[in-house]
């Protein structure tokens, strides 16, 4: 699974072969979510509101760049790095 981002110790991951809806994996101290590209919980809980947080802010930042890794994901191409927040 590919890393297409880190912050303030939360890591963004994104899997190639995934099943739609269009998503993302977070990961923060040992815990895990899964969230659309609006934001929404799919699975999953990271147990901290604040990295919650910071992960739905990056994501509204970057949902163009999200759906572009999403669509190199599914034709099997690497993916690209995206900005993280500062």
């Known amino acids: ?11 963004i991951w994104m899997y190639y072969d995934e099943h739609n809806p269009p ?6 101290q040992g ?29 509204d930042l ?3 760049e999200l759906q572009e890794d999403w669509e190199l994901a599914r034709a099997g191409r690497d993916l690209r790095e995206i900005e993280p927040l500062k």
């Open 1 to 11: 699974m590919p890393r297409i981002s880190a912050f303030f110790g939360i890591i």
């Open 23 to 28: 998503h993302l994996h977070a990961e923060f």
């Open 31 to 59: 815990n895990w979510v899964v969230l659309d590209f609006q934001g929404s919980i799919i699975k999953g809980d990271l147990r901290s509101r604040t990295a919650l947080r910071l992960v739905r802010d990056w994501i």
């Open 62 to 64: 970057h949902v163009q």
